[in-house]
């Protein structure tokens, strides 16, 4: 079975604080992404990662940033958190190629920005 | 813009019923539907797909229709048992393009035993 793994399941921050949500995959996925959950808006792409070291934006970058300096691990950072960065961060990781193939999702990390 | 809706937020069922889930689509170019299952405090597992070159797609008590013409999947789930109840996401992508794959706003369905 796939494990993706999410290091805190619930943080709590300080606004202006930097943030990193760190997530690990051990099935040599090629592709990473990051999501965050909100009621009523479904899941939303933040960033993702084809490859080490490669980055692309999703739908809604801004104030995010990621790290991918290995294959296995993603990291999300948030340069300076603020209250509306309240939400729940989904990692997910996929294999690439020709196909298709499902996401599979780590369990969350519910942040709150104070 | 939200290319993929749920428009029914939550969805109660008697155990034993057929619990249907629907989902609309506005891209044209979405070719591959998923249905994720997500259960509070985990994070969303794989239920079930389908293709474009597909109308149906069964597994066990599971059925995922698409309706292309109309930009519409559904999911039924037949019997309903109670450990049935989550929030049911609709997802879909283009061109086997994971890196675009769309999420609905999710499907709270209950299932009452």
């Given amino acids: 079975d796939v494990k993706v793994t999410q290091s805190s399941r619930y943080l709590v921050k300080r606004t202006g604080e930097k943030?990193?949500?760190?997530?690990?995959?051990?099935?040599?996925?090629?592709n990473m992404f990051w999501y965050r959950q909100d009621p009523g808006l479904g899941l939303r792409l933040i960033y993702f990662s084809y490859d080490v070291k490669m980055k692309e934006k999703g739908d809604i970058p801004e104030g995010y940033s990621v790290s991918r300096e290995k294959k296995e691990r993603f990291s999300l950072i948030l340069e300076s958190a603020s209250t509306n960065?309240?939400?729940?961060?989904?990692?997910?990781?996929?294999?690439?190629?020709?196909g298709y193939s499902p996401l599979h999702f780590g369990n969350g990390t519910r942040l709150t920005v104070t | 813009?939200?290319?993929?809706?749920?428009?029914?937020?939550?969805?109660s069922v008697q155990e034993g019923r057929i619990s249907i889930l629907n989902c609309d689509y506005t891209n044209s170019m979405f070719d591959y539907f998923l249905w994720y299952k997500k259960y509070p405090a985990e994070g969303p597992t794989f239920l079930i797909s389908i293709s474009s070159i597909k109308d149906k797609n069964e597994d066990g008590r599971f059925t995922v229709f698409l309706n292309k013409s109309a930009k519409h999947l559904s999911l039924h789930i037949v019997p309903s048992q109670p450990g049935d109840s989550a929030v049911y996401f609709c997802a879909a992508s283009?061109?086997?393009?994971n890196n675009d794959m769309r999420f609905g706003a999710g499907t709270r369905l209950t299932v009452k035993p």
């Fill in chain 1, 19 to 30: 943030v990193f949500l760190e997530c690990v995959q051990d099935m040599d996925h090629e």
């Fill in chain 2, 94 to 97: 283009a061109r086997g393009n």
């Fill in chain 1, 85 to 98: 960065q309240t939400s729940m961060y989904l990692c997910a990781s996929s294999t690439a190629g020709q």
């Fill in chain 2, 1 to 11: 813009d939200q290319q993929v809706k749920q428009n029914s937020p939550s969805l």
